[in-house]
């Protein structure tokens, strides 16, 4: 299985960026996918989850109202929109894919698969 994530780079603050993640040889409608990131020092933390065929998803608190996640399974691809980016949203974003269960997960340990990560830099 790979993920590829990619979109990630410079953004000014209260600008908008949308992150991809493609997947290979993974059976991607039966997929529950996720994004997570890590900042700077802190844990990897929960961003957005989404069901396998897109009609649930899952905000973390921090970033409701400002994160939209959707995915494309004829593309094989899920998204991740950043609207009203903020420094403190500077991260490495990282997709996942979660086999086997239909529940939307927000725990780290709830993804049997991980993307490399791509690098989203807000500045003020």
């Known amino acids: 299985v790979q993920l590829q994530a990619s979109g990630g780079g410079l953004v000014q603050a209260g600008n908008s960026l949308r992150l991809s993640c493609a997947s290979s040889r993974l059976d991607f409608r039966s997929a529950v996918m996720g994004w997570f990131r890590r900042a700077p020092g802190k844990e990897r933390e929960f961003v957005a989850a989404?069901?396998?065929?897109?009609?649930?998803?899952r905000i973390a608190d921090s970033v409701k109202g400002q994160f939209t996640i959707s995915r494309d399974n004829a593309k094989n691809t899920v998204y991740l929109q950043l609207d009203r980016v903020k420094p403190e949203d500077t991260a490495v974003y990282y997709c996942?894919?979660?086999?086997?269960?239909?529940?939307?997960?927000?725990?780290?340990?709830?993804?049997?698969?991980w993307g490399q990560g791509t690098l989203v830099t807000v500045s003020s």
């Open positions: 989404i069901s396998r065929d897109g009609s649930s998803t």
């Open positions: 996942a894919a979660r086999r086997g269960s239909p529940v939307v997960s927000g725990a780290v340990s709830g993804y049997n698969y």
